[in-house]
T-cell receptor, first 117, second 107 residues
Framework: QVQLVQSGAEVKKTGASVKVSCQTS????????VIWMRQARGQGLECVGW????????NYSDSLQGRVTMTADTSTNTVYMELRSLKSDDTGVYYC???????????WGQGTLITVS | IMMTQSPATLSVSLGEGATLSCRAS??????VAWYQQRPGHPPRLLLY???IRATGVPARFSGSGSGPDYTLTIHNLQSEDLAVYYC??????????FGQGTKLEIK
């Protein structure tokens, strides 16, 4: 079955960088985009950006433009998200999700808690 | 595209039904998905195309709507339905937006 497995929780200082991995399996990696979402504690879902498994092309949300980079490794079917110059507002759970044939997201990774202090 | 969900919180007794609403700031042509997020878990896809159930989703979950207005209906509420429910539009690819969520409480 399709699975997305993320790396573990991170605790970072303000101004530091963090890199989260999302290892995918069970589908043709190069045929789908992977989306990154984030969720502050008790809050809703915010789109961070997405990356094409086909050519590695990425698009980022305006609010994070310049601080985030997504990459895709087709040899391991893994997607990475790096967030730099961390702020306390970046604290939250970060999810990767496979984009469906039409744009819905299914399934989601288990989430990675990033704490910035 | 803004997605507005109502109500913010809904209290329903076990065995009863619940109706959750989602309104887009413009027509999204049934390009709407619904997700369930139980406490401590990632969101789970329930419906896409406004009314098509995802694999493994019980038939007591149904969706409807068109244009800007969409509804998720849950029949015969079970204790495991305690969750926050989000709607998402994917009409404006690739910039998907989510509603702020409806928290379903068991009365």
């Amino acid at each position: 079955q399709v699975q997305l497995v993320q790396s573990g929780a991170e605790v970072k200082k303000t101004g530091a960088s963090v890199k989260v991995s999302c290892q995918t399996s069970g589908y043709t990696f190069t045929s789908y985009n992977v989306i990154w979402m984030r969720q502050a504690r008790g809050q809703g879902l915010e789109c961070v950006g997405w990356i094409s498994g086909y050519n590695g092309h990425a698009n980022y949300s305006d609010s994070l433009q310049g601080r985030v980079t997504m990459t895709a490794d087709t040899s391991t079917n893994t997607v990475y998200m790096e967030l730099r110059s961390l702020k306390s507002d970046d604290t939250g759970v970060y999810y990767c999700a496979k984009e469906g044939d039409g744009g819905w997201l299914d399934p989601w990774g288990q989430g990675t808690l990033i704490t910035v202090s | 595209i803004m997605m507005t969900q109502s109500p913010a919180t809904l209290s329903v007794s076990l065995g009863e039904g619940a109706t959750l609403s989602c309104r887009a700031s413009q027509s999204v042509s049934t390009n709407v998905a619904w997700y369930q997020q139980r406490p401590g878990h990632p969101p789970r896809l329930l419906l896409y195309g406004a009314s098509i159930r995802a694999t493994g989703v019980p038939a007591r979950f149904s969706g409807s709507g068109s244009g800007p207005d969409y509804t998720l209906t849950i029949h015969n509420l079970q204790s495991e339905d305690l969750a926050v429910y989000y709607c998402q539009q994917y009409n404006n690819w690739p910039w998907y937006t989510f509603g702020q969520g409806t928290k379903l409480e068991i009365k």
